[in-house]
T-cell receptor, first 112, second 114 residues
Framework: EDKVVQSPLSLVVHEGDTVTLNCSYEVTNFRSLLWYKQEKKAPTFLFMLTSSGIEKKSGRLSSILDKKELFSILNITATQTGDSAVYLCAGVRQGGSEKLVFGKGTKLTVNP | GAGVSQTPSNKVTEKGKYVELRCDPISGHTALYWYRQSLGQGPEFLIYFQGTGAADDSGLPNDRFFAVRPEGSVSTLKIQRTERGDSAVYLC????????????FGEGSRLTVL
């Protein structure tokens, strides 16, 4: 059975700090790893990573995938209170079903 | 509307009752997904449609759960003989052609079974 494990489960930081969120995966016939941000109800898409070692960046957020060690990290620099959310990581297989297997998420709280 | 629309946003029902949850995806999105999320957990896959057909229903927990998408657009998740353990937020998402994995989620339907 496919599995995605995120750590830490929760994290509290001060504005301006840099954080690193971790995601390890065991996905048969792995194709991609995805990151989502869930602030209240609807998760919103952040990144899709398919190739190892290529960093994806969007503003203060960046992410990279290591397909040899089966993990990904999400970095957030100069955190702001608006970054407070649950960050979800998900893996998806090649071919067939497009179902995403999610981890439990990391709850990030950024205090002013 | 521009986003994925789910109704009702909240549903409270009694154990043993039948419920229907509706999802209206983004126009043009061929893929539609249902997930279930309990407090403190990530979304749990239920079923995935490509067009009108259920391409993968391996996440449906038992035969009390059923979903349809008769015209390839709106989908309905149906739960028979509800149990307290069915209480959760039911999330629907859609995805455009060629961008598998990039899901656009609705706000969810919170189901409470008393």
């Amino acid at each position: 059975e496919d599995k995605v494990v995120q750590s830490p489960l929760s994290l509290v930081v001060h504005e301006g700090d840099t954080v690193t969120l971790n995601c390890s995966y065991e996905v048969t016939n792995f194709r991609s790893l995805l990151w989502y941000k869930q602030e209240k109800k609807a998760p919103t898409f952040l990144f899709m990573l398919t190739s190892s070692g290529i960093e994806k960046k969007s503003g203060r957020l960046s992410s990279i995938l290591d397909k040899k060690e089966l993990f990904s990290i999400l970095n957030i620099t100069a955190t702001q209170t608006g970054d407070s959310a649950v960050y979800l990581c998900a893996g998806v297989r090649q071919g067939g079903s497009e179902k995403l297997v999610f981890g439990k998420g990391t709850k990030l709280t950024v205090n002013p | 509307g521009a986003g994925v629309s789910q109704t009702p946003s909240n549903k409270v029902t009694e154990k043993g009752k039948y419920v229907e949850l509706r999802c209206d995806p983004i126009s043009g999105h061929t893929a539609l997904y249902w997930y279930r999320q309990s407090l403190g957990q990530g979304p749990e896959f239920l079923i995935y449609f490509q067009g009108t057909g259920a391409a993968d229903d391996s996440g449906l927990p038992n035969d009390r759960f059923f979903a349809v998408r008769p015209e390839g657009s709106v989908s309905t998740l149906k739960i028979q003989r509800t149990e307290r353990g069915d209480s959760a937020v039911y999330l629907c998402a859609s995805s455009p052609p060629g961008r598998a994995g990039e899901l656009f989620f609705g706000e969810g339907s919170r189901l409470t079974v008393l």
